[in-house]
């Protein structure tokens, strides 16, 4: 998402965004499409086709029009690009949906699924604060676990925080 593009009108691009990645940083895409499939299956078949789709549309567009409007009014210029708010979100979902799951970092490390949430964000916080991790719009993935949530409470009902609680 270009900034002089939106200033320009070109609002589409809230959504556009969450579907173009680095063409350089084939990583970017490539963690993005297996956080989506390994979460995502998951989270589908629990809430449905129809709102899952709403649900990653959604968050998405919202974690990107969050981080750009705190982008530009903190004076930076935002190229935001990629599905990390929308990936982040259904991270989200996971956990709020399958508190006890196991989830195995680099494949050996095991954390229950709100553990992975909870570090995930902690992370971002700290990389946005300290600067770290070049230009990663560290905002953008906080947003959407901030979207997430929000979703959860209006859409579900459901605190992600009652479902995360006695399971650290």
């Known amino acids: 998402m270009n900034p002089v593009n939106v200033m320009h009108g070109f609002v589409w691009q809230f959504v556009t965004y969450i579907f173009v990645h680095d063409p350089y940083g084939f990583r970017h895409i490539l963690f993005n499409m297996l956080g989506l499939f390994i979460f995502g299956i998951q989270v589908e078949r629990r809430m449905g086709s129809r709102e899952f789709l709403l649900y990653y549309l959604v968050t998405g567009t919202l974690a990107g029009v969050i981080s750009f409007g705190v982008y530009m009014y903190t004076g930076m210029a935002p190229f935001l690009m ?87």
């Open 82 to 168: 990629g599905a990390s708010g929308a990936i982040f979100a259904v991270e989200l979902a996971f956990a709020a949906f399958f508190p006890d799951a196991l989830v195995y970092i680099w494949g050996i490390i095991p954390l229950r699924a709100p553990v992975m949430v909870l570090g995930f964000t902690a992370l971002e916080l700290f990389f946005s604060i300290s600067g770290g991790r070049g230009n990663v719009a560290h905002l953008t993935h906080l947003s959407g676990f901030a979207v997430g949530w929000l979703y959860f409470l209006i859409r579900f009902r459901i605190n992600p925080w009652r479902e995360f609680r006695g399971r650290f």
